[in-house]
Nanobody, 118 residues
Framework: QVHLVESGGGSVQAGGSLKLTCVAS????MAWFRQAPGKEREGVAA???????WYADSAKGRFTISKDNAKNTLYLEMNSLKPEDNAMYYC????????????????WGQGTHVTVSS
């Protein structure tokens, strides 16, 4: 069982920034997903053990995923936030898989909410 704890969500105005943090109980492939009300969960950004990163088109150029392997901590720096970024953001982890498909991950955090007002 992998324990994931997210933090850093909050409310900002459009154009603002937030940095999400996820602390894992061990070193794994990790990713950020989000789910807006009435919508399916979608991959936002992911990072493999070799440092390979993947971004959703909506995140490219605005979001940066990074990981401190010594601390088993995943980050998502979000800049130029838009109202369409409103969602619950989830940290996900897997021993074996990476990328932006939610089926690749079998460990999930409780989520942290991001609200962007226009």
């Amino acid at each position: 069982q992998v324990h994931l704890v997210e933090s850093g969500g909050g409310s900002v105005q459009a154009g603002g920034s937030l940095k999400l943090t996820c602390v894992a109980s061990r070193n794994l492939y990790m990713a950020w997903f989000r789910q807006a009300p009435g919508k399916e969960r979608e991959g936002v950004a992911a990072i493999g053990r070799g440092g390979t990163v993947w971004y959703a088109d909506s995140a490219k150029g605005r979001f940066t995923i990074s990981k401190d392997n010594a601390k088993n901590t995943l980050y998502l720096e979000m800049n130029s936030l838009k109202p369409e970024d409103n969602a619950m953001y989830y940290c996900a982890a897997s021993l074996w898989n990476s990328g932006l498909a939610s089926v690749n991950y079998d460990n999930w955090g409780q989520g942290t909410h991001v609200t962007v007002s226009s």
